[in-house]
């Protein structure tokens, strides 16, 4: 009797286990989620002129201090040595002089901002098209996963990227591709060109047969999606990086550290780019899946 009784309890828990476990797996995603948050980029140096829009084809001015969440367009004006820095993931970044959003446009050279050893940088050059897709931090319990996700649509981005954990993400989208960065200071145009001066990106590109390339780039190394070559950067223009790297006080201070090559998978099919609106072209985009 005992017995019988004894089994019919183990079957009540045993039809009881399935359910705990969708329990605790919505209790679990309900965590994560809520240890999700969305970062944004924070304007801290600006030359020349420069606008973002949010959407419907309304642009702003760019400001010292603007704080630009994903879903914003950024893009740079014409003039001779134009750019905008921005700080990535953390909208409450201080700016120089303590501005807070209504600085004016065009102090440049004048501005100072030092990034503390976390923060990743992006310098947008004159007459380029950047979107800001995605910035998020999660905590983990053991570590902080980030994922950043930019669309380089015109122009050319320069930065880098300081260490991140193994689940983290920083991609940059290209017309015809995209490149997975990691520990990294380096150059990237919408035409293709990559050029890493410390570090080293992977980029995935549709090939002219229409085919999904994967390339390493590593330090001291460029590589032209266009000719599917990878050289040496010549002396001169290293020289030039090093230059950028400094004036956007991003290093590199000491000499160049040998980092893992990033091993991940990018699937890529170039999709026609959408917008009706008078705003800056586009150009098509990638839709990329990343597997670690």
């Known amino acids: 009797m005992q017995s019988t009784q004894h089994e019919k309890n183990m079957k009540k828990i045993r039809s009881l286990v399935p359910g705990l476990v969708v ?26 002129s420069a606008r973002y829009s949010t959407g419907n084809n309304v642009w702003v001015p760019v400001k010292l201090g603007s704080v630009l969440k994903p879903g914003t367009v950024i893009q740079t004006g014409l003039e001779r040595g134009a750019f905008v820095d921005l700080v990535l993931g953390d909208g409450e970044t201080p700016v120089p002089g303590g501005a807070g959003g209504g600085g004016a446009a065009g102090g440049g050279d004048s501005m100072y901002y030092q990034p503390n050893s976390e923060q990743n940088i992006v310098r947008v050059t004159g007459n380029s ?38 689940a983290s993400k920083y991609e940059v989208k290209i017309p015809n591709g995209v490149a997975g960065i990691r520990g990294t200071i380096y150059q990237i145009s919408a035409d293709g060109v990559v050029q890493v001066l410390v ?92 597997t670690h």
Do not use: C, W
């Not at 999660?138 to 990227?161: H, P, S, Y």
């Not at 190394?221 to 001169?236: C, H, S």
């Open 129 to 166: 098209i950047l979107a800001i897709d995605k910035l998020t931090t999660m905590e983990t319990g053991a570590d902080v996963v980030t994922e950043t996700q930019l669309d380089l649509r015109a122009g050319k981005i320069f930065g880098n990227v300081k260490k991140m954990s193994a």
């Open 199 to 290: 570090g080293s990106v992977v980029i995935a590109y549709v090939g002219p047969d229409g085919t999904v390339v994967t390339q390493v780039i590593m330090g001291g190394q460029q590589f032209d999606a266009r000719t599917g070559q990878i050289t040496a950067i010549p002396q001169y223009i290293i020289k030039d990086l090093i230059e950028e790297a400094k004036a956007a006080r991003i290093g590199p201070n000491t000499p160049p550290t040998t980092f893992a090559v990033d091993h991940t998978v990018y699937y890529v099919s170039p999709t026609v780019g959408q917008n009706g609106n008078s705003g800056p072209p586009p150009g098509g985009d990638a839709v990329v899946q990343a």
């Open 23 to 48: 329990v605790a797996l919505a209790l679990a995603f309900v965590s994560t989620a809520a240890a999700q948050t969305q970062g944004a980029a924070k304007v801290v140096r600006i030359k020349g």
